[in-house]
């Protein structure tokens, strides 16, 4: 393992544009292009492809096209979830999706950061990733954004077209930009 993606994986500054990174990449986004060109009636051929393309993937999951992550073997998603159309997975920290989860349209899990006060180091694409993890029975509407390092816990909704920047804990309903929490479940 090289340097870049030691320093990656440990949560510290790395640029992407190290060839391990980028041949990593590339397999993914061929593994997502495969995917995403495959028919309605070929689960058992989308199933296939993401066990190849993802850390985990749970049985009885399902993963609707359009799909797309930047290395995939960082995500890991539990048994029995959903995530529907146009689902985005930056995944240069690990993604956790627990068991018995609903991601809706167009959802964004976003691990990627990059430098705010080094003005230097962002202009030399220098960046960071945080992990992102889901609790079981996680419910997402359409649009959500799950922002670098978030954190939300079991049995946990949230509101369409919510920009998540802080953990949630247990048994909650937050929505809003930034999402807050409105009420316990």
């Known amino acids: 393992m090289g340097e870049h993606k030691q320093r990656m994986l440990a949560g510290e500054l790395y640029q992407d544009s190290d060839p391990e990174l980028v041949a990593e990449r590339h397999r993914a986004q061929r593994l997502c292009d495969e995917f995403n060109r495959t028919g309605p009636d070929e689960t058992a051929r989308r199933t296939a492809v993401l066990r190849d393309l993802l850390g985990r993937f749970g049985e009885?999951?399902?993963?609707?096209?359009?799909?797309?992550?930047?290395?995939?073997?960082?995500?890991?998603?539990g048994s029995n979830s959903f995530l529907n159309y146009d689902a985005i997975l930056l995944d240069c920290a690990p993604i956790v999706i627990g068991d018995d989860c609903s991601i809706g349209?167009?959802?964004?899990?976003?691990?990627?950061?990059?430098?705010?006060?080094?003005?230097?180091?962002?202009?030399?694409?220098?960046?960071?990733?945080?992990?992102?993890?889901?609790?079981?029975n996680a419910w997402?509407?359409?649009?959500?954004?799950?922002?670098?390092?978030?954190?939300?816990?079991?049995?946990?909704?949230?509101g369409a077209g919510?920009?998540?920047?802080?953990?949630?804990?247990?048994?909650?309903?937050?929505?809003?930009?930034?999402?807050?929490?409105?009420?316990?479940?």
């Open 105 to 136: 349209p167009r959802v964004q899990l976003l691990t990627a950061l990059h430098p705010m006060d080094d003005h230097d180091k962002r202009r030399r694409r220098w960046e960071s990733a945080a992990p992102i993890r889901i609790g079981n």
């Open 162 to 185: 919510s920009v998540v920047t802080r953990d949630l804990p247990d048994r909650v309903f937050a929505a809003g930009n930034p999402a807050r929490v409105i009420r316990p479940l």
């Open 60 to 77: 009885g999951s399902w993963v609707m096209p359009r799909f797309q992550c930047d290395y995939g073997h960082l995500v890991e998603i």
């Open 140 to 158: 997402f509407g359409g649009g959500v954004i799950v922002c670098p390092g978030v954190t939300i816990g079991d049995d946990v909704v949230v």
